[in-house]
């Protein structure tokens, strides 16, 4: 029973096996009172364990904090897909993974979603996502699970779980992988306007099966990242990697006018990388600036042959990618612009797909052995440069930091910036709370949870009515 506990505590990746609601939680410091609304954040959580299953494919679990005038509560849900409800009625695992079933598995069961990866508000809808299914609408509040949004029936097929939503129209611009089918080169891509009317959905053909997590949105163009962690069907149905690193494809971009077609993409080239998110990108006359956060190697998935990839390559920094619309090159530029290692990088969404002047991402402590551990948060300019940092005490780790404005006229950056830190020593997990311009000061509020949340992927603040 001590070896399972210490096991524990040597991460937080594990699933919790239970939902909660805790209406009370005790504050340490002071909530801003200006703080009214919901943080739901997403991660995977496996009801039960499939052996050799993907982190990435476990079921999603919402955890909701509540704030309202200086207090704060807290409920935990299972997001109940068809396949979380399957598995759930036979009291056992039926897929291991990217969509593959358990060979007892029934022959009826198809559908592998897990809806775990992030959670956004749009259109009066709270939308929980992953990039292989469609989006399931969740009840706010009680945090149930209404089943599949499709749009009035208008948007099919995978939906990326990091759609971008245009903070002068409202519009929602989204785009989808393996559009026609599990591990085809196939791309997808739509908008849904303001009132939650599905305008526009067209697929067209990328360079090779690539998983693309993120792509790039700006004002008048939308970039498509097609990088070398490759989809592979013949590996797939070999026992092999379905999804593999393979540097020799190389990386391209694909650049399309938001009013133009799939016909109009340009592709460019450059160095093989992998990039799982975008911070921001914007318009500079001729030249598109895109702020992501970029890995020399891909971390997580081996060489198709299941190798590792080199840990050293396989940490990610804050790079710039610069496109020139009117050179004669196909090329594209890639420039670091920290060598800290970090990942989930955040705006004011105020200024998305527009220059902006701030910008926050999770960070490692490069002093801790456990280098590569998010156990920190940045607070960077719009150069890049690092305007605060703030790090946890040893072991604690950190989740992805989200922007809160202070109000709608607040100023760029002026608010707080709200993250779940697990405490490696008690086991559990605080809602910590910064003030965004000065993080370096450290949390100004922390709200206590008796149990931990574990690491996830993504959340998104929705603030009261």
Not at 78 to 99: V, Y
Not at 236 to 261: F, H, L
Not at 348 to 354: F, I, K, S
């Amino acid at each position: 029973m001590q070896q399972v506990a210490v096991t524990e505590r040597r991460n937080n990746l594990g699933p919790i096996p239970f939902e909660a609601d805790a209406p009370f939680l005790k504050i340490v410091g002071e909530l801003p009172r200006e703080l009214n609304g919901t943080l739901y954040r997403n991660g995977p959580n496996p009801q039960f364990n499939s052996p050799g299953a993907h982190w990435f494919v476990g079921d999603g679990m919402l955890h909701a904090f509540h704030l309202d005038q200086g207090r704060a509560s807290y409920r935990n849900r299972w997001i109940r897909t068809p396949k979380w409800l399957a598995e759930h009625d036979s009291g056992r695992a039926l897929f291991g993974g990217f969509g593959r079933k358990l060979p007892d598995a029934p022959a009826n069961l198809t559908d592998s979603g897990v809806a775990n990866t992030n959670i956004i508000f749009h259109a009066g809808k709270l939308l929980a996502l992953e990039e292989a299914h469609l989006p399931t609408e969740i009840e706010p509040g009680t945090l149930a699970t209404r089943g599949y949004h499709n749009y009035q029936g208008r948007v099919a097929g995978s939906f990326t779980a990091h759609p971008k939503i245009d903070p002068t129209t409202g519009e929602l611009v989204f785009f989808g992988y393996n559009a026609a089918g599990p591990l085809t080169s196939a791309l997808s891509y739509g908008s849904i306007d303001a009132s939650g009317k599905a305008t526009r959905f067209e697929r067209f053909e990328a360079p090779y099966a690539s998983m693309v997590h993120d792509f790039i949105v700006t004002a008048n163009h939308v970039l498509f990242p097609i990088l070398p962690i490759t989809g592979s069907m013949e590996r797939a149905t070999s026992g092999r990697p379905p999804y593999a690193w393979e540097p020799d494809k190389g990386a391209y971009v694909g650049v399309m006018k938001r009013k133009g077609t799939a016909k109009d993409i340009v592709w460019f080239r450059a160095e093989a990388c992998y990039v799982f998110h975008v911070m921001n990108a914007w318009e500079d006359g001729d030249r598109i600036i895109a702020d992501v956060m970029q890995f020399e190697e891909a971390p997580l998935f081996p060489h198709p042959d299941g190798r590792p990839t080199d840990p050293e390559k396989s940490r990610a920094r804050h790079c710039r990618w610069t496109f020139d619309l009117a050179g004669n090159t196909d090329r594209f530029q890639q420039t670091y612009l920290d060598d800290l290692t970090g990942e989930f990088p955040r705006i004011d969404d105020r200024r998305a797909g527009l220059k902006s002047r701030h910008g926050w991402y999770a960070c490692a402590n490069p002093r801790l052995p456990t280098f590569g551990a998010l156990s920190g948060v940045v607070h960077v300019d719009g150069a890049g440069r690092r305007l605060g940092h703030y790090l946890l005490p040893a072991g604690d780790t950190i989740s992805e930091p989200v922007f809160v404005e202070r109000s709608k006229d607040a100023a760029e950056g002026e608010g707080w910036l709200l993250a779940v830190v697990w405490r490696a020593r008690d086991n559990r997990s605080d809602l910590a709370v910064f003030n965004a311009t000065d993080v370096e000061a450290g949390p100004v509020a922390l709200v206590q949870l008796g149990h931990r949340v574990p690491d996830g992927f993504h959340g998104n603040w929705v603030g009261a009515a």
